[in-house]
């Protein structure tokens, strides 16, 4: 485990754990740029939350290898309004009986290396509705095989969100959740001289189709989105060529949770 001897590294603990915290989570020069609607930054992931459609815009943070490492801590339970979120963010009552789940965009077993980090990504702000076979189903398979990609290259960023293409979209709950017509993940690994970016555009609804289907290339995410990806964390040189192209080949996709989820996630009710 890196430690204090490591200048690009400082340690904390939680617990009986101790790990140690890149300082790209101090500097936060991984997150999006461009028109913020309420930037809010937590220990270990930052969002900016969208008061009209009460879900945040993006979710973006730095997944590692050692982290993913660490013994999980026990899942947790509530979901709380975050408290940074001026007028208080969507409840979890607003969920209740909508016939959606409340969908992570930083996953629990992403912050799972800490109790305090599972705490902060169950709050409502980083939630948005989904359905209960995208969630448990393509959306779920993207998460576990991010954590691999996390394994297979040390450290990656990830930034997902919501897409809404109705300017008049379903609501849900009091405070009139916006339900998303897709959903975008962008996925970096910046390690080393062999830089490589991903990305996914998911319609909201039940797949049976690869994830590879999904793949396009982080530019179109952001002609999509408006947003500027690892504008502050890529070099000049790099950037261009990242985030233009893509190859789905530099990734491995999990063959085995691809079959789990078309024959038993897809079907679970």
């Known amino acids: 485990m890196r430690g204090d001897d490591n200048p690009s590294h400082k340690t904390a603990s939680d617990g009986n754990q101790t790990y140690s915290i890149p300082l790209n989570l101090e500097n936060r020069n991984f997150i999006p740029v461009g028109d913020y609607q309420e930037l809010i930054h937590h220990d270990y992931y930052s969002l900016d939350y969208n008061e009209k459609y009460e879900v945040p815009n993006w979710v973006a943070y730095q997944l590692t290898e ?8 026990p899942r947790q339970k509530r979901f709380n309004p975050d408290p940074e979120v001026d007028g208080r963010s969507a409840k979890h009552s607003d969920y209740t009986h909508s016939g959606y ?15 305090e980090a599972n705490k902060q990504c169950f709050l409502m702000s980083n939630m ?12 779920r398979e993207l998460e576990e095989n991010v954590r691999d990609w996390a394994y297979d290259n040390d450290e990656i960023y990830v930034v997902s969100g919501p897409i809404f293409e109705d300017s ?17 993940k962008v996925i970096l690994d ?12 998911m319609p ?4 049976d189709l690869h994830l590879r289907e ?4 982080i530019d179109e995410v952001e002609s999509l989105t408006g947003l500027d990806l690892f504008a502050d964390l890529l070099d000049d040189e790099y950037e261009e060529t990242i985030e233009s192209q893509m190859n789905v080949n530099q990734w491995q996709f999990n063959k085995k949770r691809f079959k789990q989820r078309v024959i038993n996630w897809n079907r679970q009710k």
Request: no cysteine; proline share 6%; glycine share 6%.
């Open 101 to 115: 789940t409340r969908g992570h965009m930083a996953p629990s077993a992403d912050m799972a290396f800490s109790v």
């Open 66 to 73: 050692e982290s993913l490492k660490l013994k999980n801590v």
């Open 168 to 184: 008049n979209p379903e609501r849900i709950g009091k405070n009139k959740v916006a339900v998303p017509d897709a959903f975008f």
């Open 190 to 201: 910046n390690e080393g001289s062999k830089k490589k970016g991903i990305a996914f555009i």
């Open 204 to 207: 909201h609804e039940k797949s």
């Open 128 to 139: 948005t509705p989904q359905l209960r076979n995208f969630n448990n189903g393509i959306w």
């Open 214 to 217: 999904y793949a396009v290339t």
